[in-house]
C-alpha cells in the first residue's frame, strides 16, 4: 500500500494558487460596491450641483454676449430660451442613442 506523503486532511482547506486571484478580484469588486452604495448619493449630488452651476455660467455668459446681462428684464427670456434647446438637444441624443436616427 502506498502513502501519499504529499497529500495530507489539511489541504483540504487551503485555496488552490489558481483561486486567489478570484478571491482579490470578488473582494475588490465587494470594495468598490460597499464605497458606491456608501458614497453614491453624495458624489451624485455633487455631480448635480457642479453641473448646475455650470449652466448657470453658460447663461450668463451667453446672454450677456447678446446684450442680455443678468440683471435685465430680457435676461430670463433668454436663459428660458437656453432652457429649450438644452432639452431638445437632449431629447436628439436620447432618440440618437436609441437608434431612432
Same mark, same amino acid.
Given at each position: ?10 489541504? $483540504? ?5 489558481? &483561486? =486567489? ?10 470594495? @468598490? ?13 455633487? $455631480? ?5 452651476? &455650470? =449652466? ?10 447678446? @446684450? ?34
Amino acid at each position: 500500500m502506498k502513502t501519499d506523503i504529499l497529500r495530507s486532511d489539511n489541504m $483540504a482547506t487551503k485555496p488552490r494558487s489558481s &483561486q =486567489i486571484p478570484s478571491v482579490v478580484f470578488a473582494l475588490a469588486v465587494s470594495a @468598490g460596491a460597499i464605497y458606491a452604495a456608501a458614497h453614491g448619493p453624495t458624489l451624485w449630488r455633487a $455631480a448635480q450641483e457642479v453641473k448646475a452651476e &455650470q =449652466i448657470k455660467q453658460e447663461d450668463r455668459m451667453f446672454c450677456k454676449n447678446f @446684450g442680455m446681462p443678468p440683471d435685465s428684464e430680457s435676461f430670463a427670456t433668454c436663459v428660458g430660451y437656453l432652457s429649450e434647446i438644452r432639452r431638445l438637444h437632449g431629447d436628439r441624443l436620447t432618440a440618437e442613442a436609441a437608434g431612432v436616427f
